[in-house]
């Protein structure tokens, strides 16, 4: 732009951004300005327009406001081939360069509203006059443009408008602003949001519970885990008062699902929170919070039983007979447990000893189950077939009734038993503590239907035993004790089930 010189400024500029600090109007135009702004009607507006010879500054506004007045308007499609709006057009167009900034701003939003071709005349020329101002423009006009433009993706200014923000980022102000920004801008610009990030942290005290919210949901919609921020929101979130609102329950725990950040206190309070409201809930929304929660690994016990009682979702959950469907217990055996992180443990197969006698363990006499290998890549979990002298027999030799075909033919003879180990990862446990989380403990429960004395080996136990010798006698307790307590309930009723 070809400036004139001006006086060097020390503050932010900001002169313009106040009403009474806009440039002084004469009487008439004043007046002609509130009459302009006061019209609220299209037909009204484009008619004193008609009736007086107006500045490019005021054509402006009165663009900008017939885009607003004709929104939604029955008439908005004759009001945009108006003879007297084209007349408008020129006359903002004759100097545009007297235009107010915040009026050329809003002008930009209005023309697209009103209908002129994006490629057109008119938009060229304000959109011209707009990257000549870039450089000097408020920051709170480079926002709004932002988010305006965000909206049209196209637009050769929004690169620029976006390289500005980048820039002048320090001058932000105002955590509404910067949440504006975030959701609407942070995805096309990388290096903005890192810098917006940097801003929220600074002014994290100051957002209040729906800035939070959109905080945490624009991160979680970008996939940007960033720590530092999402703790800060977190202790701010919990200074709030109780009832955070449906809205921002879900949404809050959407966020820090999506982004896998477990806060326990957090996560306790929308639990918590989220409980009166379970029956407002349509059956998705249910299945989603809880999704989140499982994706999370919380368990709240008085969620979780507010969850099972909306009607719709019972249906849901496996009605379990007195047998398994067969299809069940075979896919429960095959379910592989999600990828371990950190925890190297697998059950050594070759060394699972016969139980009993203090002899040294057998070696490897026991096959791992015929009918679980079937994933090959996962080290899987086995099944064994002991005698009354708890000696190991063929798994394959005898018939399965909790598969669909079983390999043998030979009944289990009287006093043998099938055991299943289980071996219980770091993922399948809540994240507080060691509850077994959903479908590991329906895998418990089918498994116990079907007849299996179940040897459970949870990684927090296996992984302190570093030698092998340890980790044999360990498995060997187990089963003792699989066993034992299975001579026990022969005798009591029941309560397995
Ligand atoms: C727009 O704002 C800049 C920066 O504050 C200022 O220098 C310029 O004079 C303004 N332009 C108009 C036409 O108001």
Request: hydrophobic share 40%; with cysteine; glycine share 6%.
């Amino acid at each position: 732009p070809t400036a004139a010189p001006r006086p060097l400024r020390t503050g932010p500029p900001r002169w313009a951004e106040t009403p009474q600090a806009q440039p002084r109007e004469e009487g008439p135009e004043q007046q002609l300005r509130e009459l302009i702004q006061g019209a609220t009607d299209p037909q009204e507006l484009l008619q004193l327009c008609g009736g007086h010879r107006l500045s490019s500054n005021l054509a402006g506004m009165a663009i900008a406001r017939l885009a607003r007045l004709a929104h939604g308007h029955p008439e908005a499609p004759a009001i945009h081939g108006d003879p007297r709006l084209l007349r408008l057009l020129d006359t903002l167009d004759g100097q545009i360069s007297q235009v107010w900034n915040a009026t050329l701003v809003q002008v930009l939003r209005a023309l697209p509203a009103l209908g002129l071709p994006r490629a057109g005349r008119q938009v060229r020329s304000v959109e011209q006059e707009v990257l000549w101002r870039l450089r000097r423009l408020p920051l709170r006009q480079l926002v709004q443009l932002a988010e305006h433009l965000a909206g049209h993706r196209d637009s050769p200014l929004l690169p620029e408008v976006l390289r500005k923000l980048e820039l002048r980022w320090t001058e932000l102000e105002g955590t509404r602003t910067v949440v504006t920004l975030m959701a609407k801008v942070g995805h096309l610009a990388p290096a903005l949001m890192e810098r917006l990030e940097d801003k929220a942290l600074e002014l994290a005290e100051q957002l209040d519970v729906d800035e939070i919210r959109r905080m945490a949901v624009a991160l979680a919609l970008q996939q940007r885990r960033c720590v530092p921020l999402l703790r800060a929101l977190s202790y701010h979130l919990l200074q709030k008062p109780p009832e955070l609102g449906l809205p921002v329950l879900t949404d809050l725990l959407f966020a820090y699902s999506k982004l896998n950040f477990q806060q326990p206190q957090v996560l306790h309070r929308l639990s918590l929170e989220l409980q009166p409201h379970l029956g407002a809930l349509t059956p998705a929304q249910v299945s989603r919070c809880a999704r989140s929660f499982a994706a999370l690994r919380w368990l709240s016990r008085p969620l979780a039983e507010g969850i099972a009682q909306p009607s719709q979702i019972r249906s849901l959950s496996p009605r379990v007979g007195d047998r398994p469907p067969a299809a069940t217990a075979t896919s429960v055996l095959r379910v592989p447990p999600v990828p371990s992180r950190g925890t190297g443990g697998r059950i050594p197969h070759g060394h699972i000893p016969a139980q009993g006698q203090g002899e040294p363990p057998d070696p490897p006499r026991v096959a791992p189950s015929a009918h679980v290998p079937r994933v090959p890549s996962v080290p899987t979990d086995a099944e064994v077939v002991l005698d009354g002298d708890n000696k190991p027999l063929p798994v394959g030799d005898f018939t399965a009734p909790h598969l669909p075909h079983s390999q043998g033919a030979k009944p289990l003879p009287p006093g043998a038993k099938r055991l299943a180990f289980l071996r219980w990862e770091f993922p399948q446990f809540s994240s507080r503590g060691r509850e077994l989380l959903g479908r590991g403990a329906l895998a418990r429960r089918h498994l116990r239907r079907a007849g299996f004395l179940l040897v459970e080996v949870p990684h927090y136990e296996f992984l302190e035993l570093k030698l092998e010798r340890q980790r044999v006698s360990y498995l060997r307790d187990k089963v003792a004790k699989a066993v034992a307590s299975d001579m026990a309930t022969d005798t009591a009723p029941d309560t397995a089930a």
